[in-house]
């Protein structure tokens, strides 16, 4: 079955320091990836797609087909990222649905 | 502009009881989207409406969730014999169905249903 892996339900940081948020995909073919996050009290948002090669404050994410991952990483973490992050997956085939991780909490600490 | 909206925010209901949640897309969005999130858990993929069909229901648990979209824009979520297994955030997106990559899915604040 199609499934997106997220290992960590936590992740702590202090401000300052680089932040990886872990992401392992298993799908055949080439999956359509991105990240999500919802800050507090705010709804579910792109954050950015891997098809971009953005960054996106800061944040970026590179697929790694050999190790089937698509990490998120910033090298130096803020407040104001504190947040839930999600990463999905698209794999298309006539539907639009998304799959997504169970999320990762990053709490960075002042 | 004003983003996907849903009503109501929060749903307490009974066991066994009929509940119907709505979903106003953004303007102009062809796709529509409904997700379920249990408590810890990721948005779970539940129907995908192309315009007013429902292009992929694979993802609703059984027959008791139906879902409804007659003119292509407000789409309705409907849940009859609720059980408390119900109990989520049911979110809504919607988008502009743009090519696998590009699209991207703007998300509700969704709607708290609990069952008592």
């Known amino acids: 079955a199609q499934r997106v892996t997220q290992p960590e339900k936590l992740l702590s940081v202090f401000k300052g320091a680089p932040v990886e948020l872990k992401c392992n995909y298993s799908?055949?073919?080439?999956?359509?990836l991105f990240w999500y996050v919802q800050y507090s009290r705010q709804r579910l948002q792109l954050l950015l797609r891997h098809i971009s090669r953005e960054s996106i404050k800061g944040f970026t994410a590179d697929l790694n087909k050999g190790e089937t991952s698509f990490h998120l990483k910033k090298p130096f973490a803020q407040e104001e990222d504190s947040a839930m992050y999600y990463c999905a997956a698209f794999t298309g085939a006539g539907s639009y649905q998304l799959t997504f991780g169970k999320g990762t909490k990053l709490s960075v600490i002042p | 502009g004003a983003g996907v909206s849903q009503t109501p925010s929060n749903k307490v209901t009974e066991k066994g009881k009929y509940v119907e949640l709505r979903c106003d897309p953004i303007?102009?969005?062809?796709?529509l989207y409904w997700y379920r999130q249990s408590l810890g858990q990721g948005p779970e993929f539940l129907i995908y409406f192309q315009g007013t069909g429902a292009a992929d229901d694979s993802g609703l648990p059984n027959d008791r969730f139906f879902a409804v979209r007659p003119e292509g824009s407000v789409s309705t979520l409907k849940i009859q014999r609720t059980e408390r297994g119900d109990s989520a955030v049911y979110l809504c997106?919607?988008?502009?169905?743009?090519?696998?990559?590009?699209?991207?899915?703007?998300f509700g604040p969704g709607t708290r249903l609990t069952v008592l």
């Open positions: 997106a919607s988008s502009l169905a743009l090519a696998a990559g590009t699209d991207t899915q703007y």
């Open positions: 303007s102009g969005h062809t796709a």
């Open positions: 799908y055949s073919g080439s999956p359509e």
